[in-house]
């Protein structure tokens, strides 16, 4: 199979597989709560076949593979009794929670996965350091291992990026073993670097035999999943204000759209392939891991933003919730419908604005 292809069946699966491990996350929190669920469908109708049914749940096959949908009952009628719109708010925010729950708890599997297949970060080592940079000046030099940041010990790259990121144009300590020398130095990290170089101007060792140790035990990596995790989604919410303070640039921060990201996913698992075939030849490399660290990045950025407040998805419909927590009544479902029209034909508008300029001009995403 030519990797186009694979690339393209892998991109196919990843999409329409979070859209229905989000639906089943809504599925099963509505079950435990005894909210009824009248269908579950795998792929959008038209329908296919029915499945079986299975405890007043019908579960179908339909034409449209991309995908999966739960039709809750009594979805907008409060007066349907075990329907969603009948349980109380907690429950509704629970089961609205449940889809992009289901998606962090499978980033959080794909991370545990990938941190299995390299190892545990161990040593953050400098592998090269750009002239005139901040490093240089502040006399880092290839093969210096970064031990703390700030006064706090670091044993991986994303601890040092995440200091660092929060500390633009602001003095950061740094302590660097230097074979038997241990070094203190101070540098500036750049708000605003040239291309193809950091805030500190360094490159950072990923060879994992060098920068990793090996897992132990698969328990071992479930922490760190949960903490990798955590750190994406964080890094994720504080995007516009990292744009709007400056600290990083606009256009390094614009959306990926089907095409870039059909893009991304062909270059990762050409690289991908091509690293494994090289590990059998007679100059070996490390094996590559770009393509679970796409489907990691997708998942948790598909999950962030289902969340946003944002009308017709599920962060809009818990904000009108919210409401009803405090004043023991819901907003009139004929005002719910407006907010929700209007929001869906905002989000339509805007998806599609974004949609056609990534059909025009993709965004160019060069993997290390």
Avoid: C
Avoid at 270 to 281: I, K, L, T
């Amino acid at each position: 199979m030519s990797t186009a292809l694979l690339g393209g069946l892998i991109f196919v699966v990843v999409f329409a597989g979070s859209i229905l491990l989000h639906e089943l996350g809504h599925f099963i929190a509505a079950r435990l709560l005894r909210i009824q669920v009248d269908e579950f469908g795998i792929g959008f109708p038209p329908r296919l076949v029915k499945l079986f049914r299975w405890q007043g749940t019908d579960f179908t096959l339909n034409w449209i593979p991309l995908g999966g949908f739960n039709r809750l009952h009594g979805e907008d009628d409060p007066n349907l009794p075990g329907g969603m719109a009948a349980a109380r708010p907690w429950k509704r925010i629970v089961v609205l929670l449940a889809g992009a729950g289901m998606n962090l708890l499978t980033a959080v599997f794909a991370v545990s996965l990938l941190i299995s297949q390299t190892g545990i970060p161990d040593k953050v080592i400098i592998k090269d350091v750009s002239a005139d940079t901040p490093a240089s000046q502040a006399g880092i030099l290839p093969g210096d291992v970064v031990t703390q940041v700030g006064g706090r010990t670091i044993h991986a790259f994303s601890e040092l990026q995440a200091y660092t990121s929060s500390h633009l144009g602001q003095t950061v300590e740094l302590t660097l073993r230097r074979g038997d020398q241990v070094l203190k130095v101070s540098l500036v990290p750049r708000k605003n670097p040239p291309p193809g170089q950091g805030a500190m101007g360094v490159l950072i060792e990923s060879d994992p035999a060098k920068a990793y140790r090996p897992v132990k035990s698969w328990f071992e990596t479930i922490p760190l999943s949960f903490q990798a995790t955590g750190q994406a989604i964080g890094e994720l919410l504080s995007l516009p204000g990292r744009i709007i303070a400056g600290t990083i640039p606009a256009q390094d921060a614009q959306i990926a759209g089907p095409r870039s990201i059909w893009n991304l996913f062909q270059q990762a698992v050409s690289r991908d392939v091509q690293s494994r075939e090289a590990a059998g030849s007679s100059q070996p490399m490390q094996p590559t891991n770009y393509t679970l660290v796409v489907i990691i990045n997708l998942t948790i950025s598909l999950a962030v933003i289902n969340l946003l407040p944002i009308p017709a998805l599920d962060g809009g419909r818990i904000f009108m919730i919210l409401p009803e927590l405090i004043l023991r009544r819901p907003i009139p479902a004929k005002y719910q419908a407006v907010i929700n029209g209007i929001g869906f034909i905002f989000l339509l508008t805007l998806l599609g604005f974004f949609y056609i300029k990534d059909l025009i001009n993709p965004l160019t995403i060069n993997l290390p």
